[in-house]
């Protein structure tokens, strides 16, 4: 029986130096001289022994298993890792140096604004009655003219008052007229007369304000109740301490209600309060 030589194997090593250049990435590769001691005596070996023994010598680059990050990536890990290399645009820079100073502007003027009135303490302006008149409209319905006294009771701190400002008239609670108290300035510690005119709401008056009005002979007292919502403003020079409402009421008594005749306020009591 012929004696079976298996087969040769070949150097992997040749056949890399003869094939391919050596790549220093790849690494060192195995030969099958590292796994073979040809010294040993060859043994026959069946074609099932043969094929579990022999030996494969795979290649696979090392580049297409762990890559290399590109350049630009490396540029931005290094940056995020170095705070004092990043570049800040100026124009950020200089936006947020702008919101500080307007931040601290606007604190500053809050401050001041804030010590003022503590200082200052604007007060609400004094409100009196100092006359009422009736009028007769073509409408039967009258109109009342009333003469108010305003005073400052402010040293420096002058008043605005805007032109919506409402007036209403009540005789117990109920509506007889209603008007407009008009827009004006008043400076500090000034005093001065303000006409308001109110319009009737109906013809159909309560009784005791109809006698007043009708009875030419003898006067006949009626206690009436102003109420003012007004709005303004509170300046010191050209700043601004207070934009607030205003709300005024006079209970007082007249000596009569008679028409186109002056009458004489006989009581009152006024109350203003900033709301």
């Given at each position: ?6 087969p040769?194997v070949p150097d ?16 060192k590769?195995f ?11 060859v043994q026959?070996?069946t074609?099932?022994?043969?094929k ?34 990043r ?6 820079r ?7 100073i307007?931040?601290a ?6 401050i ?14 004094v409100?009196?009655v ?6 007769k409209n073509?409408?039967?319905?009258p109109s009342?003219?009333i003469t108010?006294?305003?005073r ?7 008043i ?12 117990k609670?109920?509506k ?21 005119v ?5 013809s ?11 009875d030419s ?6 206690s ?15 700043m601004?301490?207070w934009?607030k409402?205003m709300?005024?009421v006079?209970d007082?008594?007249?000596?009569t ?8 306020i006989?009581s009152q ?7």
């Open positions: 029986m012929a004696e079976r030589v298996p040769t992997a090593s040749a056949n890399d130096s003869q094939d391919d250049p050596p790549n220093p990435r790849h690494g590769l030969s099958s001289s590292s796994f073979l001691d040809l010294g040993e005596e026959d070996l074609p099932e022994e043969e579990e023994l022999s030996t494969y010598v795979v290649q696979i680059p090392k580049d297409q298993i762990y890559r290399v990050p590109p350049p630009e990536n490396a540029k931005l890990v290094e940056r995020l890792r170095n705070p004092s290399a570049k800040r645009n100026p124009c950020c200089r936006t947020c140096w702008i919101i500080l307007l931040l502007i606007g604190a500053a003027i809050g001041a604004i804030f010590v003022l009135r503590q200082v200052y303490g604007p007060k609400a302006a409100f009196s100092a006359n009422v008149v009736v009028k073509k409408s039967s319905r009342y003219e108010t006294n305003v400052n009771p402010n040293d420096k701190v002058e605005n008052y805007h032109s919506n400002g409402e007036a209403i008239l009540y005789f609670m109920q007889l007229a209603t008007g407009k108290f008009p827009e004006f300035h008043q400076e500090g510690s000034a005093s001065r007369n303000v006409h308001v109110l319009a009737g709401l109906s159909k008056l309560p009784e005791n304000v109809a006698k007043s009005m009708n002979k003898t006067d006949r007292p009626v009436l109740e102003l109420k003012l919502n007004l709005k303004g403003e509170m300046n010191l020079g050209t601004n301490l934009s409402e709300e005024v006079c007082f008594k007249v000596s209600l008679r028409r186109g005749k002056k009458t004489k006989i009591n006024c109350d203003s309060q900033i709301k």
